[in-house]
């Protein structure tokens, strides 16, 4: 079965650059969510996005940002990297067939972000 | 607030002995829970989820685990641990209308050959 796609799997940018980071859902999911996860830490929510549409925001400092394209896969741009934003950082994405019901996240691989 | 909460950090267990990991959420109402496991460097696996119903799921890989309210409580349970089962489990919780999941700290396992 086709799972949650993420890339690139590795990246590596010194302080201050910037970073993209891509998100293919699950086919005929619509729901994409996004999750950071620190050495030894759990996995935090940062933002999420229904039909193209932001449908929550977590801890996600104001140099994030995400947005949901038309064919469903999602973009999050990181501006100003700092040493902490060194993280591994997941998508998962869902079908919610009544907009308000969230069904189950499935998650990618991950991206592994290093700041040097 | 909403939390959720693994209160073993570490684990080890013998091949072949029973697992049980706890997880224990702090909701206003029941939420939907899950479990998920992660490999060293990989991604996160469901491995089970309750949304309503029978207390007991069934998951993959041979695990079951036990909704209990009561309790306040979703612990994660297998008969008989393999070597293959050393990872990191995590247990998650969101409410209905909410999508974002909480996590709880996770459970490192260690398996013993």
């Known amino acids: 079965a086709a799972g949650v796609i993420q890339s690139p799997r590795h990246l590596i940018k010194e302080k201050r650059e910037t970073a993209t980071l891509k998100c293919y859902p699950i086919p005929r999911h619509d729901t994409v969510y996004w999750y950071q996860q620190g050495p030894g830490q759990d996995p935090q929510f940062l933002i999420s996005f229904y039909e193209k549409m932001q449908s929550d925001k977590g801890s996600i400092p104001d140099r994030f940002s995400a947005q949901q394209f038309s064919d469903y896969h999602s973009e999050l741009n990181m501006s100003s990297l700092e040493l902490g934003d060194s993280a591994l950082y997941f998508c998962?994405?869902?079908?919610?067939?009544?907009?308000?019901?969230?069904?189950?996240?499935?998650f990618g691989p991950g991206t592994r972000l290093t700041v040097l | 607030a909403q939390s959720v909460t693994q209160p073993d950090i570490h684990i080890t267990v013998s091949e072949g002995a029973s697992l049980e990991l706890r997880c224990n959420y702090s909701y206003g109402a029941t939420p939907y829970l899950f479990w998920y496991v992660q490999s060293p460097g990989q991604g996160l696996q469901l491995l089970l989820k309750?949304?309503?119903?029978?207390?007991l799921v069934q998951g993959i890989k041979g695990f079951e685990a036990e909704f209990k309210r009561s309790q306040s409580s979703f612990n994660l349970r297998k008969p008989s641990v393999h070597w293959s089962d050393a990872a990191e489990y995590f247990c998650a919780a969101f409410t209905g209308g909410g999508n974002k999941l909480t996590f709880g700290t996770g459970t490192q396992l260690k398996v013993e050959l």
């Open positions: 998962a994405s869902s079908f919610s067939p009544s907009g308000g019901y969230t069904d189950t996240q499935y």
């Open positions: 309750y949304f309503s119903g029978d207390t």
